[in-house]
């Protein structure tokens, strides 16, 4: 005797016993990771006060503000941008916890498309976090992915049509930000939060506008600045700088005829000098082996060694690997160093920030020395 099943319900069953099990997971990753505003913070605004149409929504996302005492002028510094990008976000989360700004006044956007860190690239085995050591134990980060979660914005058109220039792209890249700029008010909600970031840019009269990514060791413009044309002076002297203190990165223009991405259409569409930093993430890339929080973390891959024996690689890719300590040393050094020198070029618009960490600080002692300890812990020991 058996008990009496209709036809076709054991699927149905089945998928809903994966989808409660799976709901934890889900609902956890569509909460943001916690940012604890250091003592340079003063004001935590929202990107929806520059397009309301975005309160409340997957785009919406905080906007920190470090305001120094002396005049000065405007900086922006965007992480999160690609939310597979661990390296750019975890440097914008640094600034937040731990820069004070002396003269003029930065604005840090962590998650600036916020809807990719709920998501990841399908088949890539990313993983959904990863973790920081810091004195106080762990703290966790999430590892999105490149483009805005399609729960959030659905369909893809066959052809992704540029508003501003008419380019057009595969379709996916519709939701790509970097692929968005200036961006449209009422458009998708990818172009919406480009319009917004625009606004901000223009409205708080942004002087510099730095967007930090990574990218795969494969890539041919990785460890580089990639400058607008306005910014190429600035990015030049910022470059040989870097190269003083050891810091080998790359300098590229910013292409006329490539629409959308951050260092074009801020420069053309706003009075900001606008660059985009790139650091090396092996995570991102065709060749690794072995893909998990580790990866994103440590940056060790021996295919990745072996394609750079061949020299198959834009980057040198030695037994220790791309850990994130030197990834974001790397946006450190050149964030310091765009802000020094774009001081030095224009004074009456300096923003003069303290507290960033050096580049043999964070090497040295590790980027979780310089996060804030989470609320009820007190620290273990000084790494
Ligand atoms: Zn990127």
Not at 29 to 34: A, E, K, Q, T
Not at 129 to 158: C, E, I, K, M
Not at 272 to 279: D, H, I, R, S
Not at 323 to 337: C, L, M, N, S, Y
């Amino acid at each position: 005797m058996s008990f009496p099943v209709p036809r076709g319900s054991l699927p149905l069953l089945a998928a809903a016993v994966l989808a409660a099990a799976a709901a934890p997971e889900f609902r956890a990753r569509h909460g943001p990771d916690l940012i604890l505003p250091g003592p340079g913070v003063n004001a935590e605004r929202r990107l929806s006060e520059w397009l309301p149409a975005l309160e409340g929504g997957a785009g919406d996302t905080p906007v920190f503000v470090l305001t120094g005492d002396a005049p000065g002028g405007t900086a922006l510094v965007l992480g999160g941008t690609h939310g597979d990008e661990a390296a750019g976000y975890l440097a914008a989360v640094v600034l937040i916890e731990r820069a004070r700004v002396k003269a003029g006044r930065l604005i840090v956007i962590p998650r600036a498309n916020a809807s990719g860190f709920t998501h990841n690239i399908g088949q890539e085995a990313h993983p959904s976090s990863f973790l920081v050591p810091t004195p106080a134990g762990p703290r966790r980060f999430s590892y999105g992915a490149r483009a805005t979660n399609p729960v959030h914005q659905w369909p893809d058109p066959q052809v992704y049509t540029h508003a501003g220039s008419g380019q057009t792209l595969s379709g996916s890249e519709t939701r790509n930000l970097n692929r968005a700029y200036p961006g449209l008010a009422d458009g998708s909600l990818t172009e919406r939060i480009a319009f917004a970031i625009t606004e901000l840019i223009r409205r708080e009269g942004v002087d510099l506008a730095i967007d930090l990514h990574e990218a795969s060791p494969e890539y041919p413009v990785v460890n580089t600045i990639v400058a607008h044309e306005r910014a190429m002076d600035l990015a030049a002297l910022a470059n040989v700088n870097l190269q003083a203190q050891g810091i080998e990165i790359g300098l590229e223009a910013s292409p006329a005829n490539l629409h959308g991405l951050s260092h074009r259409e801020w420069g053309d569409a706003t009075p900001a000098l606008a660059l985009l930093v790139e650091t090396t993430n092996p995570a991102q890339g065709r060749l690794r082996g072995r893909t998990d929080a580790a990866l994103v973390v440590e940056g060790r891959d021996r295919f990745y060694v072996e394609a750079a024996a061949r020299g198959r690689l834009s980057v040198p890719f030695p037994e220790t690997g791309w850990p994130i300590d030197v990834r974001v040393a790397r946006h450190f050094a050149t964030v310091r160093e765009l802000l020094a020198v774009a001081g030095e070029l224009q004074p009456e618009r300096a923003v003069a920030i303290e507290d960033v960490p050096t580049y043999e600080a964070v090497t040295t002692r590790s980027v979780g020395a310089f996060l804030q300890a989470p609320p009820n812990t007190t620290p273990r020991s000084q790494p």
